[in-house]
């Protein structure tokens, strides 16, 4: 990978936490806040998948399952975002890393370019009720705005508040088998690279489980130290 056309000051900002944590939903407030792009490996891969190709249809049971795909199949698929210009104005990462193989294939990526990793940012929340939070969400396939069936409903049903479409979607692997999976995927693989960022020097951590606005202002404040 080659992150070489990326100025060394272009922030790189990472959301660590558990499926249904808030991590879209953050990233997407920091992106409007601070211009950085949103990359998510989930989203990358869902457009593989839609897409046909070769990675698509490599990754595509695995993340019916619940599982994670293959370090190789994601770190392609990122290194190929990433490379776009747009992403020079720095990025905030979803979903990746989500192994030890990954954040340090990402350590060396950015070493090539001179950049290394502003923050990475924890949401802590209770994994149990992440199970609650995912099974009722779903997303306007129009503007992306995010939804929730008890906790944040369109003001009229079916309806996106935003935008007005009535494209509503609902991802394939938020049922409860599937997020139960991916809940021990979390566990198993992803949740050590807390100790791994703080080794660095590099974590910080937010409690999640409260209002979105202002676990967004939380994030923010250490966003603006980071970047400053
Ligand atoms: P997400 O949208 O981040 O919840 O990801 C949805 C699914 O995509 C996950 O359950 C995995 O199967 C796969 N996936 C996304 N990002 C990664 C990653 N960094 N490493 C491995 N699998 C991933």
Redesign the pocket.
């Known amino acids: 990978m080659d992150g070489s056309n990326h100025p060394e000051t272009a922030p790189v900002l990472i959301l660590l936490g558990p499926?249904g944590a808030g991590k879209g939903t953050q990233a997407r407030v920091l992106q409007e806040k601070f211009g950085l792009v949103q990359l998510?490996?989930?989203?990358l891969?869902r457009g593989a998948v839609a897409a046909g190709t070769k990675a698509g249809k490599e990754a595509k049971a695995?993340?019916e399952a619940?599982?994670?795909?293959s370090d190789s199949i994601?770190l392609e698929v990122l290194s190929d975002r990433l490379s776009e210009p747009d992403c020079a104005a720095g990025v905030v990462l979803d979903?990746?890393?989500?192994?030890t193989g990954?954040a340090e294939a990402l350590d060396e990526m950015l070493a090539v370019s001179g950049q290394k990793i502003n923050a990475a940012i924890a949401l802590e929340v209770d994994n149990v009720k992440m199970v609650l939070r995912i099974a009722g969400r779903f997303t306007c396939g129009d503007c992306g705005e995010g939804y929730h069936d008890t906790f944040k409903p369109t003001t009229t049903d079916g309806v996106c508040d935003g935008c007005g479409s009535t494209n509503m979607t609902r991802r394939a692997?938020d049922n409860a088998q599937t997020v139960m999976s991916?809940l021990d995927a979390y566990q198993l693989q992803t949740e050590p690279l807390i100790s791994y960022y703080d080794a660095k020097g590099a974590l910080s951590r937010v409690d999640a489980m409260g209002d979105i606005e202002a676990i967004g202002q939380s994030i923010a404040q250490i966003v603006s130290k980071v970047t400053a």
């Open positions: 499926p998510s490996t989930g989203d891969l695995v993340m619940g599982g994670l795909v994601v979903g990746f890393p989500r192994t990954q692997d991916r």
